[in-house]
């Protein structure tokens, strides 16, 4: 919720920086329901996503 725009304000960047640490740290669920950020958190992430280049685990 708080790396939305009515939160922290994370770049991109920021954004990426913080998944590749929670990923290596073993955090692997992020809650961003559509509404956070003034619905803007969910599709910021996603570019924050693309720009870690965390790949997704082989289930």
């Known amino acids: 919720m708080s790396w939305g725009t009515s939160g922290k304000q994370f770049s991109i960047k920021e954004q990426a ?4 640490f ?5 955090n692997h669920a992020f809650d961003h329901v559509d ?3 003034d619905y803007t958190t969910e599709a910021t992430f996603g570019k924050g996503l693309i720009e870690s280049g965390v790949q997704s685990p082989n289930i």
């Open 35 to 37: 509404i956070y950020g």
């Open 17 to 20: 920086d913080m998944i590749q």
């Open 22 to 26: 929670c990923v290596g740290n073993g």
